[in-house]
């Protein structure tokens, strides 16, 4: 499997003789993020196989991004949220919930519990490697039961630590990094961080890969892998 660490959620990963796009953020911008978008080339998602939305708030299901996508794309979207691709012209969109897989004869896609506001999931992405893609999470006491379930090759995390009136809504680095104490992954990429979000009282997101390789204690320290944006990995 190959993975392309595009900037915050963004993610592109070939799997199973597919091509598979996570909640594409790619142009435009998003209200509570002074950070751009990393571009990628139109060309290089013209053959666009699935679209993996973990959520609906507007930096995950982004409509000025998804406009920008083919639209015989297949979206994967959890329970609740299919009207809305709908509308955007994505026809063939399938809702899933936590517990419930899509499978095609290379690959399966399984839907796995998040906990944060709205529906929301998170995806594993299986060919013979297993990646997580955990979407926007806090830390929950439902990973265990993901972590029995699933062997993980490489989990991609949350660490910006977003907080909105104060109320964490997703992993900070010393979440993530319990998380992947329980998950216990071979590899763990820090995701969902650099966006430059802070509105005083209302929005923060200060998490980074700095902290996240600073609090990281020895046996976790070594399975961190900080990628650039743009950077490819192969696992
Ligand atoms: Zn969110």
Redesign the pocket.
Known sequence: MKIRYIKHSTLIIESGGKKIITDPWLVGNFRFFPARPRQVKPEELHDLNLILIS?G?G??LHAESLATLPRQAKVIVPRGLKNKLIRLGFLDTVELSPGEEFSLPTLTIAAVPAK??GP?VGYMIKDGKTVYFAG?TVLFPGMKEIASRFKIDAAFLPIGG?RMFGFK??MDPADALRAAEILNPKLLIPIHYATGASVPLLFSMKGSPEELLRKAGPGLKEKIRVLAEGETIEI
Do not use: F, I, R
Request: charged fraction near 20%; charge should be negative; avoid cysteine.
């Open positions: 959520h708030h930096d995950h944060h506001p929301a926007d977003v809504l997703g």
